[in-house]
Every structure is written in C-alpha cells, then in structure tokens.
C-alpha cells in the first residue's frame, strides 16, 4: 500500500466547474500536508499548505481529516489556466524534512 | 533571482559510464533533496541533506552517491548507471530542517536517458 494514495484522474472539467480531488494517507505520525501544483514537464511548485482548521486561498480550499487520515483540495470556478498534477505531500517532522509526494491527480478544465 | 538550477536539463548516457548531475541553490538553504519521477510511481526521495557534510538515505537510494561539501551545492553521482535509472531527476532545498516544513523549491528537473 503506497503511503499517499490519490486518484490518478484524470478530472475533465469545463471552465467554471467545480472540482474536489482527495487524498489519504498511511503514517498516522504525519504532521504537515501540503498540495503541490505540477504542470506538464515542469518542476513541482507549493499550491497551499493543509492546517487542521482547513484553509482557503482565493478559489482553492484545503481541509484535513487526521481520524480519517484524508486531506482534500477544493477548486472553485476552474480556470483553464488550472489545467495541472495536483499533488498531495504529507511530511513527518520527526523524519527531517523528507516529504512524502502522491502519485498526482490530473485535472484538465475544458473550455 | 532565488532559485534552484540543475545541470544538464537533458542527457543520454550509455550503460556503466559515469554522470554527475549537479544541484545549485542561491538561498541559503540547509535542506537539499534529490528526486525521481516515474509514470505511475509519482516523486521518490533518493537521498537528502540536512547541511553541510550532512547526507542520508531516502527511499530509493541504490545506485547513487550525493556529497555536500558547500551549503549551495548537491551534487547527484551515478557512478555505473543502467537503464533502470533512466527518469526525471528534480533537486529541491528549503530551509529550517529542523521545524515545520517550509516550502521546498525544485529545480527544473533532468530528464536523463540509460541506453
């Protein structure tokens, strides 16, 4: 069992939509969870952090569910701009500063 | 700019010839990491580095050596490489290694080829 598990996708959406990607893991000792944004070829890039009180930046909105181990990511009115891997990263901050990644989810926003 | 760069962006290599691929950061970070990326396997730690002469294992770290001899510097050895090594490779520092995470920053990746 893959310590992040995420739904591969991909998310076809139109402009607009809604779309919730979600996120579980297994090291019950993880403390901080981070979505990270990855387009085609390009490097990872930091989204948002995860807080247990759940959190919103502009359309995006995480929340946390550490008895159910689940993170989810939240996009309102998608963008084409949006099209990208979202990936779920989990650290255990008694491991350093290794960040454990998802597999991805694509998500593709369609005119 | 604050930025992580890496050299070379792309290589093909033959088997059992030695590579180095190399990892610079500009923002005096005491964290250093070396990744892969594989379809279906997702970002996989192969080694990192809390700081200076500092280094330990990830995940999958056979078949590679790092040193840290500089703070900016991190340089990824493939010292016989095989074509299972082929993959996307991404550097990324952040600082603070001891506390909550800061945002780690990746460099643009190397997209190395083992023929």
């Known amino acids: 069992r893959k310590e992040v598990e995420q739904d591969p996708g991909p998310f076809n959406v139109p402009e607009g939509a809604t779309v919730a990607f979600n996120c579980t893991y297994s090291n019950s000792a993880s403390q901080s969870f981070f979505w990270y944004r990855q387009d085609c070829r390009k490097e990872p890039k930091l989204l948002m952090s995860?807080?247990?009180s759940g959190n919103e930046d502009g359309r995006f909105t995480a929340q946390l569910n550490r008895a159910s181990q689940y993170i989810s990511l939240l996009i309102r009115d998608s963008k084409l701009s949006d099209s990208a891997t979202y990936l779920c990263v989990v650290k255990d901050n008694n491991a350093g500063n290794m960040l454990t990644f998802g597999g991805g989810t694509r998500l593709m926003v369609k005119p | 700019e604050a930025q992580v760069t890496q050299n070379p962006r792309y290589l093909i290599t033959v088997t059992g010839k030695k590579l180095t691929v190399t990892c610079s950061q500009n923002m005096n970070h005491e964290y250093m990491s070396w990744y892969r990326q594989d379809p279906g396997l997702g970002l996989r730690q192969i080694y990192y580095?809390?700081?200076?002469?500092?280094?330990d294992k990830g995940d999958v770290p056979e078949g590679y050596k790092v040193s840290r001899k500089e703070k900016r510097n991190f340089p990824l050895i493939l010292e016989s490489p095989s074509p299972n090594q082929t993959s996307l490779y991404f550097c990324?520092?952040?600082?603070?290694?001891?506390?909550?995470?800061?945002?780690?920053?990746f460099g643009p990746g190397t997209r190395l080829t083992v023929l």
């Open positions: 580095s809390m700081n200076v002469e500092v280094t």
């Open positions: 995860v807080y247990s």
């Open positions: 990324a520092s952040s600082s603070d290694s001891g506390r909550v995470a800061n945002e780690q920053f």
